[in-house]
């Protein structure tokens, strides 16, 4: 997997939001044109887009704020909603990560569980409702 967009209302807020997690900034460009509508299917498309990568290098999360046309919202949709519903991270320090993401406006979904004696998880919800997934390995 190259990277996972996703379309935000708040640029500024998500970038900072996904920067808190570890993400590294790798760029920010304006897209307009036909050439994009061809691609994603509609007209008159103005965006900005920031790209941030997994500090791997192996992934990145593509935020898009559409200027036009205006973005539709989808709501917060619970954890069990057909289609893709969350984004995980693996984070050294739960604790940690969760307390910093919730300065940026994060909420804990439910709680932090403990799955075996491998992992600590939990579900945030963050910039624009997206549920974000952090997982800690213990082992």
Do not use: K
């Not at 790798?26 to 897209?31: S, T």
């Not at 057909?82 to 994060?106: I, K, P, S, T, Y």
């Not at 491998?118 to 945030?124: A, D, K, N, P, Q």
């Amino acid at each position: 997997m190259d990277h996972i967009g996703m379309v935000v209302d708040d640029l500024a807020a998500a970038t900072a939001f996904f920067l808190e997690l570890g993400l590294e900034l790798e760029g920010e460009a304006q897209v307009e044109g036909d050439w994009v509508g061809r691609v994603i299917g509609l007209e008159d498309v103005r965006s900005a887009i920031v790209m941030l990568r997994t500090p791997d290098g192996h992934a990145a999360v593509e935020l898009s704020a559409f200027r036009t046309p205006a973005s539709v919202s989808a709501g917060s949709a619970p954890a069990n909603t057909l289609g893709l519903r969350h984004v995980a991270f693996a984070v050294d320090d739960l604790d940690d990560v969760l307390a910093r993401l919730q300065r940026h406006g994060a909420e804990l979904v439910g709680e932090v569980v403990r799955y075996a004696d491998s992992w600590r998880l939990c579900y945030v919800r963050g910039p624009e409702g997206v549920l974000v997934e952090l997982a800690q390995q213990l082992t």
